[in-house]
T-cell receptor, first 114, second 113 residues
Framework: AQSVTQPDIHITVSEGASLELRCNYSYGATPYLFWYVQSPGQGLQLLLK??????LVQGIKGFEAEFKRSQSSFNLRKPSVHWSDAAEYFCAVRRGGGADGLTFGKGTHLIIQP | DAGVIQSPRHEVTEMGQEVTLRCKPISGHNSLFWYRQTMMRGLELLIY????????DSGMPEDRFSAKMPNASFSTLKIQPSEPRDSAVYFC???????????FGDGTRLSIL
């Protein structure tokens, strides 16, 4: 079965600094990969997705992620964070080809320092 | 466009009572998913439907849980009888088809006393 690991439970970044959130997955074939963001009391909003093709994918709110098959990773990056980026971030994987549900990591809580 | 709509947003009830959570997917979406979020276990898939048919219910924790999708615009998740360990946030999500990303509702925060 597939699994997702987000090694960092909390990350603190100064406003304006760069950000990288780590995600490692376990799945035998090419997975479908996603990053979602959750603000307090809200649902999950899709930031970006990777299905195939270019391994560097662009998303909303200035986020990007890079798929590295050799490292089984799909790390999320942003060159300059804003206070409004403070939230919980989830990496997720879905088996390719089917309407299967998502397997989520445990999430990374992002704190922005002024 | 309206997103996934869940009701109620909050539910507080006593142990043993029946609880019904409701979801209206995005119009035109043919896949619907129910997830549960807890501090201990994170986000877990409970069940999903494709074209109103349950495809995988292996995540449903016990027989006390049941889900239905009588038509393309409505689904329910029912817990009977409810227990304190069922307290969680329950999310519904829908996707256009089997290859598209899922869109989430704002969730129902359920507290069983």
């Amino acid at each position: 079965a597939q699994s997702v690991t987000q090694p960092d439970i909390h990350i603190t970044v100064s406003e304006g600094a760069s950000l990288e959130l780590r995600c490692n997955y376990s799945y035998g074939a090419t997975p479908y990969l996603f990053w979602y963001v959750q603000s307090p009391g809200q649902g999950l909003q899709l930031l970006l997705k990777y299905f195939s093709g270019d391994t560097l994918v662009q998303g909303i709110k200035g986020f990007e992620a890079e798929f590295k098959r050799s490292q089984s990773s799909f790390n999320l990056r942003k060159p300059s964070v804003h206070w409004s980026d403070a939230a919980e971030y989830f990496c997720a994987v879905r088996r390719g080809g089917g309407a299967d549900g998502l397997t989520f990591g445990k999430g990374t809580h992002l704190i922005i320092q002024p | 466009d309206a997103g996934v709509i869940q009701s109620p947003r909050h539910e507080v009830t006593e142990m043993g009572q029946e609880v019904t959570l409701r979801c209206k997917p995005i119009s035109g979406h043919n896949s619907l998913f129910w997830y549960r979020q807890t501090m201990m276990r994170g986000l877990e898939l409970l069940i999903y439907f494709n074209n109103n048919v349950p495809i995988d219910d292996s995540g449903m924790p016990e027989d006390r849980f049941s889900a239905k999708m009588p038509n393309a615009s409505f689904s329910t998740l029912k817990i009977q009888p409810s227990e304190p360990r069922d307290s969680a946030v329950y999310f519904c999500a829908s996707s256009l088809d089997r290859s598209q990303p899922q869109h989430f509702g704002d969730g129902t925060r359920l507290s069983i006393l």
